[in-house]
């Protein structure tokens, strides 16, 4: 079994940036896909990024310019830069592992992102 564990979550105002982390534990035989979920209060939750097992990142029309995924695949990480951060981005924030395209095997529990003045 595979654990993923997110942090680096909080409070932001407009236009501020955030890092979250996201690190997996466990059962890791291979590389995997990893992404980045959100599910804002009354909405479905929605792709936000990802990055596939050889290298390619993917992001969601809405955070494409503004946000950035990366790997460290030596610490089994995946991190998610969050820049110029709106109202609107605020959400609980899923980590997602798995071997098929979007990850969906694994997930984090999830870590809350508020973006307020």
């Known amino acids: 079994q595979v654990q993923l564990v997110e942090s680096g979550g909080g409070l932001v105002q407009p236009g501020g940036s955030l890092r979250v982390s996201c690190v997996a534990s466990?059962?890791?035989?291979?590389?995997?896909?990893m992404g980045w979920f959100r599910q804002a209060p009354g909405k479905e939750r929605e792709f936000v990024a990802g990055?596939?097992?050889?290298?390619?990142?993917v992001y969601a029309d809405s955070v494409k310019g503004r946000f950035t995924i990366s790997r460290d695949s030596a610490k089994n990480t995946v991190y998610l830069q969050m820049n110029s951060l709106k109202p609107e981005d605020t959400a609980v924030y899923y980590c997602a592992r798995g071997e098929t395209w979007p990850p969906n095997r694994y997930w984090g529990q999830g870590i809350q992102v508020t973006v307020s003045s």
């Open positions: 990055v596939t097992r050889s290298g390619v990142t």
């Open positions: 466990g059962s890791i035989f291979s590389i995997s896909h």
